[in-house]
């Protein structure tokens, strides 16, 4: 669905909300280690313990809401995110404009859009993380208002939208591996909006053979053949 105008919403969470995404990066330590994500946690002796058990596959109930008493108690502070806010504020004319040209882009398959996408602060986890059933953002910043890989938020911001808009119909679709999908966004990223985002980095993830074939930006109108093509070569 195309929306004559998508725009974007920053959010401060709450205690509670933090500690839900927290728990979630706890959960799932074992896939952050193996793909050396460099992970961003609050310290203490609970944390260690709560690591430990996930690793085994061992977390309960009991554990959620010792976190989240941890968390509400001793850990969050919203002034902690105001730096961010701001930071993030600042550039959202920018970011509403390069998600308004995704909306008026022609693709032979069907890149998901929102109405409004929510992006919700953190001071927790690897830097970024979305929901692609939600049209929800987490992105990381620090108390003095810094983000991971960036100075400017925006770059990793359209780079989660992105996520969100092939991750059904073609991610899930045709099983398409972390590196390869990583690959996908970036490039999407950096042949349509470098102009924007001067500074914006193609990772070293992912097959670069796929790169014969999105040289240009009207190759991502076919992205659905030529990842289907891609993959089955690669069995």
């Given at each position: 669905?195309?929306?004559?105008?998508?725009?974007?919403?920053?959010?401060?969470?709450?205690?509670?909300?933090?500690?839900?995404?927290?728990?979630?990066?706890?959960?799932?330590?074992?896939?952050?280690?193996?793909?050396?994500?460099?992970?961003?946690?609050?310290?203490?002796?609970?944390?260690?313990?709560?690591?430990?058990?996930?690793?085994?596959?061992?977390?309960?109930?009991?554990?959620?809401?010792?976190?989240?008493?941890?968390?509400?108690?001793?850990?969050?502070?919203?002034?902690?995110?105001?730096?961010?806010?701001?930071?993030?504020?600042?550039?959202?004319?920018?970011?509403?404009?390069?998600?308004?040209?995704?909306?008026?882009?022609?693709?032979?398959?069907?890149?998901?859009?929102?109405?409004?996408?929510?992006?919700?602060?953190?001071?927790?986890?690897?830097?970024?993380?979305?929901?692609?059933?939600?049209?929800?953002?987490?992105?990381?910043?620090?108390?003095?208002?810094?983000?991971?890989?960036?100075?400017?938020?925006?770059?990793?911001?359209?780079?989660?939208?992105?996520?969100?808009?092939?991750?059904?119909?073609?991610?899930?679709?045709?099983?398409?591996?972390?590196?390869?999908?990583?690959?996908?966004?970036?490039?999407f990223v950096s042949l349509n909006f470098k102009q924007y985002l001067?500074?914006?980095?193609?990772?070293?993830?992912?097959?670069?053979?796929?790169?014969?074939?999105?040289?240009?930006?009207?190759?991502?109108?076919?992205?659905?053949?030529?990842?289907?093509?891609?993959?089955?070569?690669?069995?």
């Amino acid at each position: 669905m195309v929306f004559s105008q998508s725009k974007v919403q920053v959010n401060i969470p709450t205690a509670k909300t933090e500690a839900g995404y927290i728990w979630r990066n706890i959960r799932d330590i074992g896939f952050f280690e193996k793909h050396n994500y460099q992970l961003s946690l609050p310290r203490g002796p609970l944390m260690e313990k709560l690591k430990a058990k996930a690793r085994k596959n061992q977390l309960t109930d009991e554990d959620y809401a010792a976190l989240e008493k941890f968390v509400v108690d001793k850990v969050y502070r919203k002034t902690d995110y105001e730096a961010g806010y701001a930071a993030t504020q600042k550039n959202l004319p920018l970011l509403n404009k390069m998600v308004n040209e995704i909306g008026q882009m022609k693709f032979k398959w069907p890149f998901k859009m929102y109405k409004t996408y929510q992006i919700t602060l953190t001071l927790y986890g690897p830097g970024g993380s979305y929901d692609p059933d939600q049209g929800s953002i987490i992105i990381f910043t620090t108390r003095d208002g810094k983000f991971k890989q960036y100075k400017d938020p925006i770059n990793t911001l359209i780079h989660e939208i992105t996520h969100i808009g092939i991750e059904n119909s073609i991610i899930r679709k045709y099983n398409v591996p972390h590196g390869l999908k990583e690959r996908i966004v970036d490039t999407f990223v950096s042949l349509n909006f470098k102009q924007y985002l001067p500074n914006y980095r193609v990772q070293n993830m992912g097959d670069p053979k796929l790169d014969n074939y999105l040289k240009k930006k009207t190759d991502f109108a076919n992205l659905e053949t030529i990842v289907q093509k891609f993959v089955k070569k690669k069995e």
